[in-house]
């Protein structure tokens, strides 16, 4: 699967209704060849911001979440693997880049939502012009420099 191909799929799922959490990681999985869908609704949650909170953005962590099922540890007998951390924070450094217009790395900073607010989560999905596109826009971008950092660094 292509970084682009990652991008495609990762959009696909959140028009879908997936969160943006769970489609970067569905992508990422699916691209590795470890889709577990555990794992998948493990990460229902994170989306909005973490549990609706406006926190960190859903599709940062579905591709941390990536990264760190390949380098971290599943058990205690297992040794994690250090590059888990330097290439985590390559992708941080690209999705700062990413989310730099929008003043952060914050779901209040790119969605401007209050995940608690009945109406604006209505205007969200119902309103073709709300910031939804904007989510969904960096929903793809994120897949595609997920998958291009999996490449670059040996591990797709």
Same mark, same amino acid.
């Given at each position: 699967m292509s970084p682009e191909q990652m991008q495609d799929r990762a959009l696909d799922l959140f028009r879908k209704r997936f969160h943006c959490s769970q489609a970067v990681l569905a992508a990422g999985q699916e691209k590795l060849g470890m889709v577990n869908e555990e794992v998948v609704k493990a990460l229902g949650a994170f989306g909005g911001g973490i549990a609706g909170t406006c926190r960190v953005c859903g599709a940062l962590t579905g591709g941390i979440a990536v990264i760190s099922s390949l380098f971290s540890r599943g058990n205690l007998e297992? +040794? =994690?693997?250090?590059?888990?951390?330097? *290439?985590?924070?390559?992708?941080?450094r690209e999705f700062e880049r990413l989310t730099q217009e929008h003043g952060g790395t914050d779901c209040r900073d790119i969605a401007k939502m209050d995940w608690q607010d009945k109406?604006?989560? +209505?205007?969200?999905?119902?309103?073709? =012009?709300?910031?939804? +596109?904007?989510?969904?826009?960096? *929903?793809?971008?994120?897949?595609?420099?997920?998958?291009?950092?999996? =490449?670059?660094?040996?591990?797709?």
């Open positions: 297992s +040794k =994690e693997d250090p590059r888990m951390w330097s *290439v985590s924070h390559k992708f941080i109406e604006m989560v +209505k205007q969200f999905y119902s309103n073709p =012009e709300s910031r939804r +596109k904007i989510c969904m826009q960096l *929903v793809g971008d994120t897949a595609f420099m997920l998958g291009k950092l999996l =490449e670059e660094e040996g591990l797709a």
